[in-house]
């Protein structure tokens, strides 16, 4: 099997205090009269939808700067999935319009994003957290974007157990079936047992249940609610709007709480109280960056 069509980013330096984060303002988008050709760029999300305030919010940031940025000529759109069987139609319906790219949110994409990106060979498509490892020969127009979630998993789990008072950490997680959260779990885990042999962090993995797949906060906040019984006092959610259940949950009971894959002091402020760090991925980074090799013609997945 030959390398899949990748661009693999390291994270050992994007884990950010919350304390140490400082909000900015937007710009519009490009202006037309300066654009010989406006790039059209679609974005399908996973069932987590943008108001995840995570995975999703922070990867359609990517096309929004993208488009804020005058020297790129993008012109973006988002639209949301309800379940799996909307990642075909919703791919689709960008094919359909014309779009030059097509970002797709999330592993469970990867089979609807490679069909379409073989059936659309003048299309460029980028994948979020997931790449064509079948194919000896991947499609030249799909880029796999990839992350080591371990990093910043790890770097979260050694400030959790160096600040831990009961020696009990909790993680609710997202889908087992999702590398990337297993990624983060089990960095996590390792990073507090670097610093601390004696943590016991507490796991959850929320199971297969279609359309509530990382969007189900108020299973997330129970099971946290479950960990502090046991002892934890700070918990990571590691799941979109299912994870910040549980971030809700370590708020309302005065725990701490660590935040993923973008700032949560900036995205999710509801919660900001709780929260000590997050687990950093910089996912509208690598979007945009993505989307301007298309535009400066040097995509190469």
């Known amino acids: 099997m030959t390398k899949p069509a990748a661009r693999l980013l390291s994270l050992s330096a994007v884990l950010f205090l919350a304390t140490a984060v400082a909000a900015c303002g937007g710009t519009s988008g490009p202006a037309a009269s300066s654009c010989s050709k406006t790039w059209k760029v679609g974005l399908v999300t996973d069932v987590g939808k943008l108001s995840d305030k995570s995975f999703n919010f922070d990867s359609y940031q990517g096309v929004v700067k993208a488009q804020q940025d005058s ?3 993008v012109q973006g759109k988002a639209i949301e999935s309800s379940s799996e069987d909307d990642y075909p139609k919703n791919i689709g319906l960008f094919v359909d ?11 469970k994409l990867g089979d609807a994003t490679i069909a379409a990106a073989k059936a659309n060979p003048g299309i460029k498509f980028i994948m979020v957290d997931n790449a064509d490892f079948t194919d000896k020969t991947p499609p030249s127009n799909l880029l796999g974007l990839l992350f080591k979630e371990d990093q910043p998993g790890y770097l979260a789990g050694v400030l959790a157990g160096q600040l831990t008072k009961t020696n009990t950490l909790g993680v609710v997680a997202g889908l087992q079936s999702v590398p990337p959260v297993v990624h ?17 962090v507490l796991t959850i993995y929320q199971p297969e249940s ?17 960990f502090f019984g046991q002892g934890a006092d700070i918990v990571f959610g590691v799941g979109g709007n299912t994870g910040n259940g549980a971030l809700v949950a370590a708020k309302e009971q005065g725990k701490k709480c660590i935040g993923v ?5 900036i995205s999710y402020p509801e919660v900001d ?5 997050s687990a950093e991925k910089h996912l509208d980074v690598a979007v945009k960056a993505a989307i301007a090799d298309v535009v400066h013609g040097s995509f190469t997945p």
């Open 210 to 226: 279609g359309a509530k797949d990382f969007n189900d906060p108020d299973w997330g906040k129970q099971q946290a609610l479950t």
């Open 71 to 73: 020297s790129l000529c």
């Open 273 to 277: 109280s709780c929260l000590i760090t």
């Open 261 to 265: 894959d973008v700032d949560q002091y």
């Open 184 to 200: 983060y779990v089990e960095g996590f885990k390792n990073g507090a047992k670097s610093v601390n042999s004696g943590v016991k």
């Open 97 to 107: 319009q014309k779009y030059d790219v097509i970002v797709t949110v999330g592993f």
